[in-house]
């Protein structure tokens, strides 16, 4: 699974397989994103997400920015993307279903779990070139993110999307997340968020 720029589910399918021919029939569906670890595995943090898939015209309008974003979160899925029976599908979510480990559980709302790109039309139009800038020019500066901000182990790191609220970021099979202090709606702000994540990561102790 990949998210669209606000957060939605992504999948990519072969008409070839019966989940296919499943959500052809019915869109309804569930994905269930769950944090794995040692012990019992009902003891740790998982959410439904419940929605109706819609098929990803090719060629359409969401086509290219679903393509890219899906295969910069998996990057082998480029060789066979492609195929004449393979197909992008976006869920249009309803609600979701917290399940925080025994007896911590909650119902939530779409907005609850989406991202408001609201007023951010400016700033999802600039992220395909700020992607591909911070990548080809700035790997330092992602690595100082995941490693020094968010703690995690040396990559090489990605990035591979970005929203207004922060950036996705991945080291083959290892994601992170990235928050900016303030909402980025336009690619000057989105710009000036980067740079001061940045600056933070290299004057952290």
Do not use: C
Not at 52 to 73: G, P, Q, Y
Not at 148 to 157: K, Q, R, S, T, Y
Not at 158 to 174: F, H, K, N, Q, T
């Amino acid at each position: 699974m990949a998210t669209d720029v606000d957060g939605s589910p992504l999948i990519l399918t072969s008409r070839l397989s019966t989940h296919t021919a499943n959500l052809e029939a019915d869109g309804r569906a569930s994905v269930l994103l769950a944090q794995t670890g040692k012990g019992d595995p009902l003891a740790h943090p998982r959410l439904t997400v419940l929605g109706t898939f819609a098929a990803v015209a090719r060629d359409s309008d969401d086509d290219a920015r679903v393509r890219r974003r899906f295969l910069a979160r998996h990057l082998k899925a480029e060789l066979y993307a492609g195929f004449g029976d393979f197909s992008f599908w976006r869920m249009a979510v309803v609600s979701a279903h917290l399940n925080g480990g025994f007896a911590r559980a909650a119902d939530l709302e779409a907005a609850d779990v989406l991202t408001d790109i609201s007023g951010a039309g400016e700033m999802v139009a600039a992220e395909e070139g700020a992607v591909a800038h911070m990548n080809a020019d700035h790997p330092d500066a992602i690595e100082l993110y995941a490693v020094d901000l968010l703690g995690e182990a040396e990559g090489p790191w990605r990035i591979s999307g970005l929203d207004p609220e922060g950036a996705d970021l991945v080291a083959g099979d290892r994601t992170a997340r990235l928050m900016f202090k303030e909402r980025a709606t336009s690619s000057s702000a989105l710009r000036q968020a980067l740079v001061a994540l940045a600056k933070e990561a290299r004057t952290k102790p």
